[in-house]
Antibody, heavy 122, light 106 residues
Framework: EEQLLESGGGLVQPGGSLRLTCAAS????????MSWVRQAPGKGLEWVSA????????YYADSVKGRFTISRDNSKNTLYLQMNSLRGDDTAIYYC???????????????WGQGTLVTVSS | DIQMTQSPSSLSASVGDRVTITCRAS??????LNWYQQKPAKAPKLLIY???SLQSGVPSRFSGSGSGTDFTLTISNLQPEDFATYYC?????????FGQGTKVDI
């Protein structure tokens, strides 16, 4: 059974950094693109970033471009999101999500983790 | 970016009802439209992909239709476990934008 488990969230001051981790199991990790999707408290869903199965292609929302970096380690079945220069509007639950049926980013997610909360506040 | 607009934002329904949620894209997205269900404090769940394909394990009372800019999600014979928020999302171009959500409650 496919499973995704995020970690690394927490409270950070504005301007600070945080690295999120998503541990995957139950599927051939390298065969699927992966994304991060966030949800601010009481708000809707916002796609943040994606990486291809090989790790060679990365994609970012304009709101995080230049501040966040997505990466993956296929030998460890793990996805990462390095978040720098954090702002108050980055406060959200961050979900990792598996691409359905593709090693390239399409934006169609069939499995999601339970999410990790990032709070940016002084 | 392509804007996705759902209507209504919320609706009240009863068990056994037929419910329809609409989603409109700001430009044509062919059939690259997905629907997700999210229950409180839970991760979203994929229901429908490419406008009308039912995700494995999803009950057949869920159906989707549409192409171009206008799409619908229909839940026939609403069940207690269907009370949730529903999101449409386009996967035609990056970024894959979501609608604002439709909350279905009693």
């Amino acid at each position: 059974e496919e499973q995704l488990l995020e970690s690394g969230g927490g409270l950070v001051q504005p301007g600070g950094s945080l690295r999120l981790t998503c541990a995957a199991s139950g599927f051939t990790f390298k065969s699927y693109a992966m994304s991060w999707v966030r949800q601010a408290p009481g708000k809707g869903l916002e796609w943040v970033s994606a990486v291809s199965g090989s790790g060679g292609g990365t994609y970012y929302a304009d709101s995080v471009k230049g501040r966040f970096t997505i990466s993956r380690d296929n030998s460890k079945n793990t996805l990462y999101l390095q978040m720098n220069s954090l702002r108050g509007d980055d406060t959200a639950i961050y979900y990792c999500a598996k691409e359905k049926d593709s090693s390239r980013y399409i934006g169609r997610f069939d499995y999601w983790g339970q999410g990790t909360l990032v709070t940016v506040s002084s | 970016d392509i804007q996705m607009t759902q209507s209504p934002s919320s609706l009240s329904a009863s068990v056994g009802d037929r419910v329809t949620i609409t989603c409109r894209a700001s430009q044509s997205i062919n059939i690259y439209l997905n629907w997700y269900q999210q229950k409180p404090a839970k991760a979203p769940k994929l229901l429908i992909y490419t406008a009308s394909s039912l995700q494995s394990g999803v009950p057949s009372r869920f159906s989707g239709s549409g192409s171009g800019t206008d799409f619908t999600l229909t839940i026939s014979n609403l069940q207690p476990e269907d009370f949730a928020t529903y999101y449409c999302q386009q996967s035609y171009s990056t970024p894959g934008t979501f609608g604002q959500g439709t909350k279905v409650d009693i």
